[in-house]
């Protein structure tokens, strides 16, 4: 099990295609990765193989890709569907993860006609202005999976001092997102990311325990209270703050390519991701209007507040908010090493003066992580929604049929629906983005919906 998720990290160090490999940690950590070509072998093929020869089966890819998926995401979506309205939200994320699939499997008919990186697509097709602007996405939208992230485990852990404390301690948000950089800069300063396996491995046990623990929860409610107070239809004052979220919910773009390259037979790969983006996208439908039903107008943004305060909740709570805690600096680990790779043209291995700049720089960037988190904190689902919106976005909708255009598209048919998609893409990041911008300046969000009752 340990191994598998050794060779799930392997991906992130080839977010995008990228090589994102570190020469400043443990050899015997390379020798480890790229011994043998079996089961048991590494994903990805090292600098002197052949790039496409994987060794992953279909039911490897699977896993890889519900790890890829599943994640916070999912948490925000109950809220979301009350922004949308029921109806309004459960049709366009389907038609979200419609588009999305299809886009992704532009992407990866793309990479077979010129097998390089995502950004090394974009330079080649359109020059390196376009390599950068697709890095420049990864990075923004990594980083703010990342705010995201911190705001939500601080969400949660201040319900859980709440709850153990019976109210009688309250801790602001501010200092619950700063307080996890103490957490968060050891772990950004390791160089060869699958020493994280571990973290990953219990960061999805707790995410599985908690998904369980809320359709039991749910369930629950709608049989002892029946449907909550919901809007069926459309929320006319809030359905653009949706699109944003459900985007920012398939976050999973950026292993596509390095999914697909450790395939055994990566003409495999579309079928195996249509069918499980079927059934996540299952899951999130699930989630996202179960839960909505269960609590109506009063969910919150993050569905796990929704929950009593009972010895039960608190483990569920404190496990989810440490698994997604263990996960940040796998969320963090792309975006950094873009951008040291950019910054820096010499190697730390042998040289502390540049080994310390690196790590001076990867302080910098978690501080800057939290300092935006905090500046979220105070609207989360519209903080999602924009992250989801102008980061997300361009990943999803922009780049692949553009390059799919450029490369593959020679049919009328094809063209046509490669610059649908662009204009969807182009219509969703900026009028999501300006309306949710809109309604986050004119609006004031109250506060996460508190266990304490007034006066106790």
Not at 6 to 24: K, M, P
Not at 365 to 371: D, I, M, Q
Request: glycine share 8%; charged share 15%; net charge negative.
């Amino acid at each position: 099990m340990t191994k598998s998720f050794v060779e799930f990290l392997a991906l992130y160090g080839h977010f995008g295609g990228e090589d994102l490999s570190d020469d400043e940690g443990d050899d015997e950590d390379d020798d480890f990765l790229y011994e043998g070509a079996d089961e048991e072998s590494p994903l990805i093929p090292g600098e002197g193989e052949e790039a496409h020869q994987g060794t992953a089966t279909p039911t490897k890819a699977v896993f890889l890709l519900l790890k890829s998926f599943v994640g916070t995401g999912v948490m925000f979506l109950p809220k979301a569907f009350h922004n949308g309205g029921l109806i309004f939200s459960t049709t366009l994320l389907a038609v979200i993860a419609v588009i999305s699939l299809y886009s992704f499997l532009l992407l990866v008919e793309t990479r077979n006609k010129v097998p390089m990186s995502f950004g090394d697509i974009g330079g080649v097709l359109f020059g390196q202005t376009m390599r950068m602007a697709v890095l420049f996405s990864i990075t923004i939208s990594q980083i703010g999976f990342v705010c995201a992230y911190m705001v939500f485990v601080a969400q949660n852990l201040q319900a859980l001092v709440e709850s153990i404390y019976h109210c009688e301690v309250n801790v602001p948000l501010p200092y619950l997102i700063l307080g996890q950089i103490c957490v968060f800069v050891p772990l950004a300063m390791i160089r060869k990311i699958q020493k994280l396996s571990v973290f990953a491995l219990i960061a999805d046990l707790f995410i599985l325990i908690g998904l369980v623990y809320l359709y039991y929860y749910d369930f629950l409610v709608l049989a002892t209270h029946g449907v909550g107070e919901v809007i069926w239809s459309i929320n006319s004052s809030s359905f653009a703050t949706f699109i944003g979220t459900a985007v920012f919910t398939y976050e999973g773009v950026g292993l596509v390519i390095p999914i697909t390259e450790s395939m055994k037979d990566p003409q495999k790969f579309p079928k195996v991701l249509s069918w499980t983006l079927f059934g996540i996208t299952l899951l999130f439908l699930s989630i996202g209007s179960i839960s909505y039903l269960a609590f109506g107008k009063e969910v919150q943004t993050v569905i796990l507040l929704n929950l009593p305060a009972t010895g039960t909740v608190d483990t569920i709570q404190g496990l989810y908010a440490l698994a997604i805690c263990l996960s940040i600096p796998l969320q963090l680990f792309p975006a950094i090493r873009i951008m040291e790779t950019g910054l820096f043209t010499r190697s730390g291995k042998n040289n502390p003066v540049v080994k310390w700049q690196k790590n001076t720089f990867r302080f910098l960037t978690v501080l800057v992580c939290a300092g935006v988190a905090i500046a979220g904190s105070s609207d989360l689902d519209k903080f999602v929604s924009i992250i989801g919106s102008f980061c997300c976005v361009p990943l999803c909708f922009l780049f692949p049929p553009l390059f799919h255009l450029k490369a593959v598209a020679r049919t009328f048919r094809q063209r046509f629906i490669d610059i649908a998609i662009i204009i969807f893409g182009l219509v969703c990041m900026t009028y999501t983005t300006y309306i949710t911008l809109s309604l986050w300046s004119s609006t004031e969000e109250a506060p996460p919906l508190s266990r304490c009752a007034p006066g106790n």
